[in-house]
C-alpha cells in the first residue's frame, strides 16, 4: 500500500533533496524515512488516559490477528502538478492517476520512504490539444514507467547529513579580526 504525504513540513523535507531522476516534464525526489507525525497525534499519546481502562474481552469472540495495520505503510507518496503547467483540472488529475499507478507498480523495486514527483514543464499545446487525449496519456505513461524504472535502480544518494558537514559554508564569510 502506498500512502500519501499531505504535510508541507514533508513535502519541503522532501523537495529539499536531490532529485533521483527526471524526465523531460516530471523530477522524482526521494527522501528514506517516514512522514513526520501531526503535532496533535503527538501531544495526545504525551495526554494521561481519562476514560477507564476497559476489558480487552470482545463480546463478538477472539479477535482477528490476521489483518494488516493501517498505518504499515512503507512508501509516501507526494504528487506536485501545479496549475501553470497544467491549466486543466482533467489534465492535472490524468497525470497524477499516470503517475500513482505507475509508483504502484514499481513499488516493490523502490525502497521504502517519501517519494515526491514534480511536474516541472508543461505539455506542448500544439501537440496534445485536447485536455485529456489519449496522445497525452501514452505520453505521461510513457515517462512515469521510465522515471520509476530510473529511481529503482539508480545508487542511493549519500547521506544527507554527512554532505552538509563536509560542504563549504553557505552565507556570508566573517570578515576577519583585525591585528592589532
Known amino acids: 500500500m502506498i500512502g500519501r504525504i499531505v504535510r508541507p513540513a514533508d513535502f519541503e523535507r522532501v523537495l529539499g533533496a536531490p532529485q533521483r531522476s527526471r524526465s523531460t516534464h516530471f523530477a522524482v525526489h526521494y527522501v528514506a524515512g517516514a512522514p513526520s507525525r501531526a503535532r496533535a497525534a503527538q501531544t495526545a499519546e504525551a495526554c494521561e488516559p481519562v476514560v477507564q481502562q476497559l476489558s480487552p474481552?470482545?463480546?463478538?469472540?477472539?479477535?482477528?490477528?490476521?489483518?494488516?495495520?493501517?498505518?504499515?505503510?512503507?512508501h509516501w507518496l507526494g504528487l506536485v502538478v501545479p496549475k501553470r503547467h497544467a491549466r486543466r483540472a482533467v489534465t492535472r488529475n490524468l497525470i497524477k492517476r499516470q503517475l500513482r499507478a505507475a509508483m504502484g507498480r514499481h513499488v516493490a523495486e523502490l525502497p521504502g520512504g517519501l517519494w515526491v514527483v514534480r511536474l516541472r514543464a508543461p505539455f506542448d499545446r500544439e501537440q496534445f490539444i485536447s485536455p485529456a487525449s489519449e496522445a497525452l496519456r501514452e505520453t505521461a505513461?510513457?515517462?512515469?514507467?521510465?522515471?520509476?524504472?530510473?529511481?529503482?535502480?539508480?545508487?542511493?544518494?549519500?547521506?544527507?547529513?554527512?554532505?552538509?558537514?563536509?560542504?563549504?559554508?553557505r552565507g556570508k564569510a566573517k570578515p576577519a579580526a583585525a591585528a592589532g
Do not use: K, W
Open 141 to 169: 505513461h510513457g515517462e512515469a514507467e521510465s522515471l520509476f524504472h530510473q529511481a529503482a535502480h539508480a545508487p542511493l544518494p549519500p547521506s544527507q547529513a554527512g554532505r552538509r558537514m563536509s560542504g563549504p559554508r
Open 57 to 74: 474481552e470482545l463480546s463478538t469472540g477472539a479477535a482477528s490477528t490476521t489483518l494488516p495495520l493501517v498505518d504499515g505503510c512503507q
